[in-house]
C-alpha cells in the first residue's frame, strides 16, 4: 500500500485547506483510512477517519464539525476538507491505512506528512 499526502500550506486562522491522499497497491473495499497530525514537541493524535467501502466516518472531538472526511472510489483517494481553521491546527498531517474496522486496530501503512500551517 502506498498513499500519498498532499494540500499543506499556509492558510490565516478562519480558514480553509484540503488535504489529499491518494491511495495506491491495494484493492481497498476492506480497508479504514485516516488522518493523523503532528505538532512540533507533541505526540502524534488521530484526526478523522472513513470506512472504504460505507463511508461511515468518525472524528476527533478537537475537530468536529469544522474537519470533513470524505473518499473517491473511482480515484482512490482520501480527502480531509478542514474549515474554520484554528492556529492550534498547525501541524505535520499524515494520511494511514488498516485493513481493519473503523475503530480499534493500529494502523499499518503511513503516507509522509503535510505541512498544515494556520496563522493567527
Known amino acids: 500500500v502506498q498513499l500519498q499526502a498532499s494540500g499543506g500550506g499556509l492558510v490565516q486562522a478562519g480558514g480553509s485547506l484540503r488535504l489529499s491522499c491518494a491511495a495506491s497497491?491495494?484493492?481497498?473495499?476492506?480497508?479504514?483510512l485516516g488522518w493523523f497530525r503532528q505538532a512540533p514537541g507533541k505526540e502524534r493524535e488521530f484526526v478523522a477517519a472513513i470506512r472504504w467501502s460505507s463511508g461511515t466516518t468518525y472524528y476527533a472531538d478537537s475537530v468536529k464539525g469544522r474537519f470533513t472526511i470524505s473518499r473517491d472510489n473511482a480515484k482512490n483517494t482520501m480527502y480531509l476538507q478542514m474549515n474554520s481553521l484554528k492556529p492550534e491546527d498547525t501541524a505535520v498531517y499524515y494520511c494511514?491505512?488498516?485493513?481493519?474496522?473503523?475503530?480499534?486496530?493500529?494502523?499499518?501503512?503511513w503516507g509522509q506528512g503535510t505541512q498544515v500551517t494556520v496563522s493567527s
Open positions: 494511514a491505512a488498516k485493513d481493519a474496522p473503523l475503530r480499534g486496530y493500529e494502523y499499518d501503512y
Open positions: 497497491g491495494r484493492t481497498f473495499s476492506s480497508y479504514s
